[in-house]
């Protein structure tokens, strides 16, 4: 059983931990001598983000161990024929445990970020996908669009 919450101030740094974790998982070549300083830099690009409201995280929680996260972060480009604000969200940092995975939790997490661009007035959503959450991306009808996937909102 999990519960979902946003982020807060407080999280940053568990944040960034599952972010170094997701890192580990997906790279064989981890730099091992920059994590100390990768921690600091992600600690203040979160907490700069966050304080703006550029940047927000959802939670997946279990007995008060944080077991799942994503955020997504405001992007500001150029418009587009097929979005005319230019404003987008990437999603970032979608990374679950593996003890709690395939149990509907990337999922949850999922559709909370897509409310939350609706409710921004986003139109287009990018992130990147590994092999492992690329079918949970297509599920929700993200298209490839090299180099990642979009969701283009109505």
Do not use: C
Not at 21 to 46: A, G
């Amino acid at each position: 059983m999990f519960s979902l919450r946003l982020a807060t101030r407080d999280d940053i740094q568990q944040i960034v931990e599952l972010r170094i974790k997701f890192i580990k998982e997906i790279r064989i070549d981890t730099p091992t001598d920059k994590m100390d300083e990768y921690r600091k830099v992600m600690s203040n690009y979160l907490k700069k983000e966050m304080s703006s409201g550029n940047f927000i995280a959802w939670l997946a929680i279990s007995n008060n161990e944080i077991i799942a996260t994503s955020g997504l972060i405001t992007i500001q480009r150029q418009p587009q024929l097929w979005n005319m604000t230019g404003q987008e969200v990437y999603i970032m940092n979608m990374y679950t445990k593996p003890e709690w995975r395939r149990k509907g939790i990337g999922t949850a997490i999922l559709e909370k970020l897509i409310e939350e661009a609706r409710n921004r007035g986003i139109e287009a959503i990018k992130l990147h996908a590994t092999p492992m959450g690329k079918t949970l991306y297509e599920k929700r009808g993200f298209k490839i669009a090299h180099p990642g996937m979009y969701l283009y909102l109505e």
